[in-house]
């Protein structure tokens, strides 16, 4: 057995599922779950009727590095969402099962026994496993000394807090890899759901600083959130050449090539951005109504990308989320679970994730809910 499994923590919702061991919800209310970002909105017609279109292709063997059709269409999407060159299908853009995966497996690519990898904090707990499995060390928030750092994850906009890193925040970041010879992975599968402003991308980033190799730098996206189909497990891997020239020979071993129906199904969903407006203003119609209804005793503010909510709370974050289930049967994720203790203070601490997923008229009930439990602690 590889002794490296032993330092894994069981993932946030084990721990929720052991939080609510024994609980029985309010019977008078209905169920609501908020507590995991799986998207509800209906998949576009145009991505099914592609994905059905292709079902001859589950009977070949498809290759790791996918279509070049595939890896166009995400050349071009990023392109005209970035205002960059397209990068080249041929040797900067990969196609991969999920962001999930690639995270994890990216880390097994680039990173030597004994480095160092930097998280946010809070974070998603896959950068953390990903730097365990490798031999690596996890580092939370940003390190009092960035010698021995092989790999940033950077997350923007970010899960959970919905924060969106400016140009002044990539510039430094940049700087760093340089002087200390970092690989940066950008994980930015929120970045089509945007309330106020597009999100800056790392790719738009580094064109925008004269970067234009994209050294050392390498982003991943999906189509989980953006066009509401995270059962296709589809996304990309984009950036440096030569990280991605090893990242596709890892793969090859690792056996993760993408069905060729799921890729002409991605190739109809990157070349179309009616759905994902729609999406956005859905979203938004969430937060425009569930907003004005938090106060105090709770703090919420409107975050610049993503579907959550990042609630301050008065009491225990574990206890809010345990009472809120029993007693009003609303089910979030305890913030703390998010997030590791460093320097003596955990950053979800006193703080719930709520993922505003659900119908709207479910997620305005589940903040009267919340209201009204708040209001008697």
């Not at 690989?183 to 309330?195: F, H, K, P, R």
């Not at 809120?324 to 049967?329: P, Q, R, S, V």
């Amino acid at each position: 057995m590889n002794p490296l499994l032993q330092k894994l923590q069981p993932y946030p919702f084990e721990k929720l599922r052991a939080l609510l061991s024994g609980v029985t919800p309010a019977p008078q209310h209905s169920p609501i779950n908020l507590s995991i970002g799986e998207p509800k909105h209906p998949t576009p017609a145009l991505v099914k009727d592609a994905l059905a279109g292709a079902l001859d292709g589950l009977a070949a063997y498809p290759a790791t590095i996918g279509l070049p059709a595939l890896r166009q269409a995400i050349a071009g999407w990023l392109a005209r969402r970035y205002g960059i060159p397209a990068p080249d299908p041929d040797t900067q853009v990969l196609p991969v099962n999920g962001t999930r995966e690639a995270l994890f497996a990216f880390a097994q690519t680039v990173l030597a026994p004994g480095a160092k990898v930097v998280c946010p904090n809070p974070f998603y707990q896959i950068y953390e496993g990903a730097a365990l499995l490798a031999g690596a060390t996890p580092v939370y928030g940003e390190p009092q000394s960035w010698d021995g750092v092989g790999l940033v994850y950077a997350c923007s906009p970010s899960n959970p807090s919905g924060e969106v890193m400016n140009l002044h925040d990539w510039k430094r970041l940049f700087e760093l890899s340089d002087r200390h010879g970092f690989v940066i992975a950008s994980d930015e599968c929120y970045s089509e759901i945007w309330l106020d402003e597009a999100p800056l991308g790392a790719l738009e980033a580094a064109h925008r600083l004269g970067r234009k190799s994209y050294e050392r730098l390498v982003v991943f996206s999906s189509l989980s959130k953006r066009s509401n189909c995270p059962g296709m497990r589809s996304g990309f891997a984009a950036g440096d050449a030569a990280l991605l020239k090893k990242f596709l020979l890892y793969r090859t071993y690792h056996g993760s090539a993408m069905s060729l129906a799921v890729q002409h199904a991605s190739i109809a969903a990157w070349s179309d951005e009616a759905h994902v407006r729609e999406n956005r203003r859905l979203y938004a119609e969430k937060f425009d109504r569930v907003l004005p209804l938090i106060r105090a005793p709770l703090q919420a503010d409107r975050p610049q990308g993503g579907f959550y909510l990042w609630m301050r709370t008065p009491i225990d974050d574990t206890q809010f989320v345990r009472r809120l289930y029993a007693e009003y049967n609303v089910l979030g994720l305890p913030g703390s679970y998010l997030a590791r203790e460093a320097a003596g203070h955990n950053p979800g601490r006193n703080r719930v994730r709520m993922a505003l997923v659900a119908s709207t008229a479910e997620c305005v009930a589940a903040a009267g809910r919340i209201m009204e439990f708040a209001k008697r602690l």
